[in-house]
């Protein structure tokens, strides 16, 4: 199965430094992974990508959240929850987001940002007496007013 993202997709919206620029192969291990993942937590989402044309942005989303899920996990491959470095006076403290730092994660964001989004609320109503008859005769639907 081919992916939607492809490692250069990645690599080229890195923000700062530190880019896996010669790391393709292993960018795209985490890239399938991410997808699969996708795939299992929006069972939609492959059929939804199959339309032709696909639903408006929605690949280009796609593309976005496996790029943001893969840049986590190559910011932070050892899962370190916090980093302190002092050097004299000076010290300097990271923390990193997240439930699981270095792992594989979806935010609620863009969970929600692969949904599939409903067109409208529509109103209907439901008989469920249709069909019974009772013993002075058929029911009839009448409206009261």
């Given at each position: 199965?081919?992916?939607?993202?492809?490692?250069?997709?990645?690599?080229?919206?890195w923000?700062?430094?530190?880019?896996?620029?010669?790391?393709?192969?292993?960018?795209?291990?985490?890239?399938?992974?991410?997808?699969?993942?996708?795939?299992?937590?929006?069972?939609?989402?492959?059929?939804?990508?199959?339309?032709d044309?696909?639903?408006?942005?929605?690949?280009?989303?796609?593309?976005?959240?496996?790029?943001?899920?893969?840049?986590?996990?190559?910011?932070?491959?050892?899962?370190?929850?916090?980093?302190?470095?002092?050097?004299?006076?000076?010290?300097?403290?990271?923390?990193?987001g997240?439930?699981q730092?270095?792992?594989?994660?979806?935010?609620?964001?863009?969970?929600?940002?692969l949904?599939?989004?409903?067109?409208?609320?529509?109103?209907?109503?439901?008989?469920?007496?249709?069909?019974?008859?009772?013993?002075?005769?058929?029911?009839?639907?009448?409206?009261?007013?």
């Amino acid at each position: 199965m081919a992916s939607w993202t492809t490692p250069a997709m990645v690599i080229d919206s890195w923000v700062g430094e530190g880019a896996p620029v010669g790391q393709t192969t292993l960018v795209q291990t985490w890239i399938d992974r991410a997808e699969r993942m996708l795939r299992k937590r929006i069972p939609s989402l492959e059929a939804r990508m199959a339309l032709d044309p696909p639903e408006t942005d929605l690949l280009e989303t796609v593309q976005d959240v496996v790029s943001n899920m893969v840049q986590r996990v190559f910011r932070n491959p050892e899962g370190t929850r916090t980093s302190q470095s002092t050097t004299g006076p000076f010290s300097q403290s990271v923390t990193y987001g997240g439930d699981q730092p270095g792992y594989l994660w979806l935010t609620d964001d863009e969970a929600d940002s692969l949904q599939l989004t409903s067109t409208g609320s529509k109103a209907f109503q439901i008989d469920p007496l249709i069909g019974y008859v009772y013993p002075n005769g058929p029911y009839v639907w009448s409206e009261v007013g």
